[in-house]
């Protein structure tokens, strides 16, 4: 029998066929053996007391199935619609509470599955939206600049500073499609980091090549104290590139002749790199929010950037089994510390 086909009248039914078929070619040999007519009636009221308790316990059992996957219909339908979550059962022994059970871990799975997509259209309108945002201004100034070329003559020295502001609008969108194909690259698992024991002094060596010209430029007085013997587990590539965020982010909110200091000691289980400058600060309230994708403090809206780099130093650290610290205070400074695990 398929199990597409099952039923349970049907069932009962062949089981009283069989039944009937047996008990009365038992009846029939016994009377062939007696020749007591006796034995006739008896065999046909027994069978008809059989088919009698076997009708009433198909329609009482067909009714209670029938029930039965009602509810559990109407059960499944709630829950594909996630407005209710399944009764447990009365007894745990029972085929029916072992199913309820079940029921209650798959609705339960569904629910998480359900937030887990809600969460994920939420981070996704949110980065579509702070994109726009930050496309939206370099695009406009283009646009403004190709305007003013198309629509009047213009003089050789405006016409310079005109192609400068393109190229600093075109240098901030190159910045900001690297920084997303960064971060998506970490955070969906195609890049992947290789943990290897490394030397902190050349990754931190690395990491300030980037940054000695534009401190110069600025006459930032930029120190560094860091054993060359000092290894960490750590993907050095990576690392110094996480580094050279925290480096850059203190060029900029320092100002001319200010201090940067690197300083990287050892501790019992980790590595810190501290860098410490001179800048403008950051307050308490906003020392947990700069880590944010695409978050920027009113007041510095006016330095280069995207507001990508602290969340993208952090998802490189912190997938390498470290952390990171923060201890700012407005008009004096921050210092900002990475610390990877020494094995």
Not at 175 to 196: C, D, M, P, Y
Not at 218 to 234: F, G, M, R, W, Y
Not at 320 to 343: C, D, H, N, T, W
């Amino acid at each position: 029998m398929s199990i597409r086909t099952f039923s349970v009248r049907r069932l009962f039914g062949w089981i009283c066929l069989g039944l009937l078929l047996s008990m009365t070619a038992i009846t029939l040999i016994l009377f062939s053996l007696t020749l007591e007519t006796a034995v006739l009636a008896a065999g046909g009221a027994l069978i008809l007391c059989v088919l009698a308790w076997f009708f009433v316990l198909t329609q009482v059992f067909g009714k209670r199935l029938s029930l039965f996957t009602s509810d559990l219909c109407k059960t499944l339908d709630h829950m594909m619609d996630g407005d209710e979550e399944p009764k447990p059962a009365d007894n745990d022994e029972t085929l029916i509470a072992r199913i309820s059970h079940r029921l209650t871990r798959l609705y339960k799975i569904m629910q998480e599955n359900r937030r887990r997509a809600e969460e994920e259209r939420q981070e996704l309108q949110a980065l579509v939206s702070d994109i726009s945002h930050q496309v939206k201004t370099p695009v406009s100034n283009l646009k403004m600049a190709a305007d003013t070329l198309l629509a009047r003559p213009v003089t050789e020295t405006e016409r310079i500073d005109i192609l400068k502001g393109v190229r600093s609008q075109t240098d901030k969108l190159d910045f900001l499609f690297q920084a997303l194909v960064k971060t998506s690259r970490l955070e969906t698992g195609v890049i992947r980091l290789e943990k290897a024991q490394g030397r902190i002094y050349d990754t931190v060596a690395q990491a300030m090549c980037g940054i000695v010209y534009a401190a110069e430029k600025k006459q930032i007085d930029v120190s560094v104290n860091c054993p060359e013997d000092l290894t960490a587990a750590h993907d050095s590539k990576w690392t110094a590139e996480a580094l050279f965020n925290l480096l850059d982010n203190a060029v900029k909110y320092t100002p001319s002749g200010g201090k940067i200091t690197v300083t990287v000691e050892g501790w019992e289980m980790y590595a810190e790199i501290k860098v410490t400058d001179t800048g403008k600060g950051i307050p308490e309230s906003s020392q947990a929010a700069i880590f944010r994708r695409f978050y920027r403090e009113e007041e510095v809206h006016e330095q280069p950037g995207v507001g990508i780099g602290l969340y993208l130093t952090r998802e490189i650290i912190t997938r390498q089994g470290g952390y990171m610290k923060v201890a700012s205070e407005p008009g004096k400074g921050s210092a900002f510390s990475i610390m990877l695990p020494l094995r």
